[in-house]
């Protein structure tokens, strides 16, 4: 990592931030309030890109002499988005989409630098497939509440992982950032994470 360069996040993320604090002890987060719905007719790659995009533009107006990392994930069954859960009712009906089935995690990952105003937006994606889980099993998960913050309603490194059968990708990806995409962003703006 370049010494003059702060590495921020523009997410909330727990997930994200725990990942990245692996290889920076110094990040820094700023949460990014911008609107997450998806337009009209937009492609799911399209969509993670652009709502990465936007979330690090957002915070970089703010950040001189930066590295701003924006990041957003989707579970894609079909061609239906799956996004955070609004209920139980909403949360039940992802997981009962998922069950038996694979699906695609998208993770969308923006880098800015700030110092020379470039950046790089790219997509990663991994299948997941999961067990046929039971009416029983779905309620017990959704009384564990992880479901509710949660792209498609679970949690792969958490107890949803019970019903994680098979993976084909990169596991940080499903976790929310494939660590392995952005430090090639920012090798490719002439930084790096170790």
């Known amino acids: ?22 290889f920076n002890k ?14 009209p007719n937009e492609l799911p790659k399209d969509y993670v890109t652009r709502l990465a995009k ?7 107006k703010n950040c001189p002499n930066s590295l701003v990392i924006g ?7 079909k061609d239906i988005v799956l996004g955070k859960p609004t209920s139980i009712d909403n949360a039940r ?8 089935k694979w699906h ?20 990663c994606q991994t299948r997941v ?11 017990w998960y959704i009384q564990t509440d992880e479901p509710f913050d949660k792209a498609g309603a679970y949690a792969i490194q958490g ?3 019970i019903f994680v059968e098979e993976i084909q990708g990169n596991y940080l990806n499903v976790v929310g950032l494939p660590i392995t995409l952005v430090r090639q962003l920012l090798k490719a703006l002439g930084s790096d994470l170790i």
Do not use: H, W
């Open 1 to 22: 990592m370049e010494k003059n360069l702060r590495l921020v996040l523009a997410s909330g993320s727990p997930r994200r931030r725990e990942i990245l604090s692996l």
């Open 71 to 77: 990041a957003d994930t989707i579970v894609l069954y």
């Open 93 to 100: 009906e992802m997981l009962e989409m998922l069950s038996g």
């Open 104 to 123: 695609e995690v998208l993770t969308g990952v923006a880098v800015i630098n700030t110092y020379t105003d470039q950046y790089l937006v790219d997509v």
């Open 54 to 60: 936007d979330k690090a533009q957002d915070i970089a």
């Open 159 to 161: 107890y949803g992982s």
């Open 129 to 139: 497939k999961f067990s046929q889980l039971t009416a029983s099993e779905i309620d």
């Open 26 to 39: 110094e990040l820094e987060v700023i949460a990014s309030q911008i609107s997450e719905t998806q337009l």
